[in-house]
């Protein structure tokens, strides 16, 4: 059974930082490319980063130079660095990743207050 937790949301001051992270089982980790995605009210859940199984990365243009994703193998573990942090940001953030079917976590809210 895939399981995909997030933890390390919160409130944090624009300008701030914070790191997510996403405890995953049930999977073949390290082959897997993992995803986070962030849901803002009112619009759709988009992709914010990437990471594949070889550690090539992804970003969303909105969060190019601000976040980085990174994984550890060992850990089965996926985090997002967030900094930099602009209101625009507040969202429920979720981790993901495709393995025949498509799993999220439960997700874990941002928001960054002005």
């Known amino acids: 059974q895939v399981r995909l937790v997030e933890s390390g949301g919160g409130l944090v001051q624009a300008g701030g930082s914070l790191r997510l992270s996403c405890a995953a089982s049930?999977?073949?980790?390290?082959?897997?490319?993992m995803d986070w995605y962030r849901q803002a009210p009112g619009k759709q859940r988009e992709l914010v980063a990437q990471?594949?199984?070889?550690?090539?990365?992804y970003y969303a243009d909105s969060v190019k130079g601000r976040f980085t994703i990174s994984r550890d193998n060992a850990k089965n573990t996926v985090d997002l660095q967030m900094s930099s942090l602009k209101p625009e940001d507040t969202a429920v953030y979720y981790c993901?990743?495709?393995?025949?079917?498509?799993?999220w976590g439960q997700g874990t809210q941002v928001t960054v207050s002005s």
């Open positions: 993901h990743t495709l393995n025949l079917n498509n799993y």
């Open positions: 049930g999977i073949i980790f390290r082959i897997r490319t």
């Open positions: 990471i594949t199984g070889g550690g090539n990365t």
